[in-house]
């Protein structure tokens, strides 16, 4: 058998033009949803990520800061930098860009920024409140993969779902997201003695490791739903994921393909927790 894909472009369109309109009826209102992108040093990658994020937000009719630091900025000018978005009324969620430089307490700033604003869903609130089922920020990669499951249909409940990965920006929120929608959930990591045991057993997998081929064929139960959250560069360059995309394909019968996948999800769950934002700071304005 061949899976179906899950065309993250595709999803990511769909709800952009989602996001594009309600972003256009809080306009109408006299508030544009901003978003502040705040990026110290000059990582490559980082560089990259922003870039993204801010055009995204301009195709979605959302207004967007970027803040470019030097990697010398220290921890105390970045945390102003941080107060002063949160005072500032015409932005509604604040991302500071990961990895910040090693003298800087990442932890430390990201509690420092507004719940009300925390639109990565990595503040200590957005976590607690994930963890006990309040409202709150959800973060944004597995936020993605949750619509991505919800765009096939698929019902969760009672079902067996594998997390490979236990940071607390993708496996953990994961796990807890999967949990929610009453799925049976194991998290593995990298003392798990025996992944494919457990992968075998599961309705759906989540691969988010960040190393090529954790994931091939002979894990995966026929007819598991595969969901590639990890992004590597095979001996090629090219960008891959952490599953074997052309062995897993065959066996599984949903997956989403790297790239094209769960990245372009990413960004687009960023722009719907900014929307909300704007649209909660809108609502209490009233
Ligand atoms: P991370 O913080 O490095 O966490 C990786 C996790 O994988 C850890 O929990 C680690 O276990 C576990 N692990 C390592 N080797 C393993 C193995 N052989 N078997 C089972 N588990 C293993 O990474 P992350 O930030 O969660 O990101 C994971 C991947 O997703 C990376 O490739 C990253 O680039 C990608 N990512 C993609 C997006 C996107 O938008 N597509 C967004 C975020 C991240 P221990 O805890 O025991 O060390």
């Known amino acids: 058998m061949t899976a179906q894909l899950i065309d993250g472009n595709a999803l990511s369109k769909q709800l952009r033009t989602q996001v594009a309109a309600r972003a256009q009826a809080l306009q109408a209102k006299g508030i544009t949803p901003g978003l502040a992108v705040v990026l110290v040093g000059d990582n490559p990658a980082s560089q990259v990520y922003v870039r993204n994020k801010v055009k995204a937000c301009e195709d979605a009719g959302l207004h967007s800061v970027l803040e470019k630091y030097e990697a010398s900025m220290t921890e105390a000018d970045l945390l102003a930098r941080v107060e002063a978005l949160n005072n500032d009324a015409r932005i509604h969620g604040i991302l500071v860009q990961l990895p910040l430089p090693a003298h ?9 920024i507004s719940p009300a604003k925390d639109v990565d869903g990595f503040h200590i609130a957005s976590a607690g409140a994930l963890m006990t089922g309040m409202k709150g920020f959800w973060p944004c990669t597995p936020y993605g993969c949750m619509k991505m499951l919800e765009s096939i249909g698929y019902d969760l409940k009672g079902k067996h779902a594998v997390v ?123």
């Open 104 to 112: 800087i307490d990442a932890q430390k700033v990201i509690e420092a």
């Open 164 to 286: 490979i990965g236990r940071s607390n920006i993708v496996g953990k929120p994961m796990a807890l997201m999967l949990l929610q929608k009453d799925a049976t959930v194991t998290i593995c990591h990298s003392r798990t003695p025996d992944l494919k045991a457990l992968t075998l057993q599961a309705d759906v997998i989540v691969a988010a490791v960040g190393k090529r081929q954790v994931l091939t064929a002979d894990m995966v139960k026929p007819s598991a739903v595969v969901l590639d959250v990890g992004m590597n560069r095979n001996d090629e360059g090219k960008l891959c994921g952490d599953v074997d995309f052309d062995g897993v394909k065959e066996v599984a019968s949903y997956i989403t393909p790297v790239p094209g996948g769960v990245g372009p999800m990413t960004i687009t769950m960023l722009l719907v927790n900014t929307l909300e934002a704007a649209e909660t700071s809108a609502t209490k304005a009233l």
